[in-house]
């Protein structure tokens, strides 16, 4: 059994910045990928970015070039650097993880809320 533990989202000025978190932990494996979605309020849920355990990222064209996803795999942990935040970046956030044999797994989520 995996679980994914993600840090608090927060409430933000828009312009500013916060830092996401989240950890795999549980029986042994090994993570594919992990990365993070969100879902706005009467929307569908999307993806953020995505980071490959060799490092590979990608990145919604809403995010590129404010959000910076990056991760450890020793520590099976994936961050989520968010700039220069929108009121649009509102939503919950949730980390997803690709675990090797096992399949996809996510985390409860964390609210973001940007304020104009």
């Known amino acids: 059994q995996v679980q994914l533990v993600e840090s608090e989202g927060g409430l933000v000025q828009a312009g500013g910045s916060l830092r996401l978190s989240c950890t795999a932990s549980?029986?042994?494996?090994?993570?594919?990928?992990m990365g993070w979605y969100r879902q706005a309020p009467g929307k569908q849920r999307e993806l953020v970015a995505t980071i490959t355990s060799g490092g590979s990222t990608n990145y919604a064209d809403s995010v590129k070039g404010r959000f910076t996803i990056s991760g450890d795999n020793a520590k099976n942990t994936v961050y989520l650097e968010m700039n220069s935040l929108k009121p649009e970046d509102t939503a919950d956030y949730y980390c997803?993880?690709?675990?090797?044999?096992?399949?996809?797994?996510w985390g409860q989520g964390t609210q973001v809320i940007v304020s104009s």
């Open positions: 997803w993880a690709d675990i090797n044999l096992w399949g996809t797994y």
């Open positions: 549980g029986s042994t494996f090994s993570c594919n990928a």
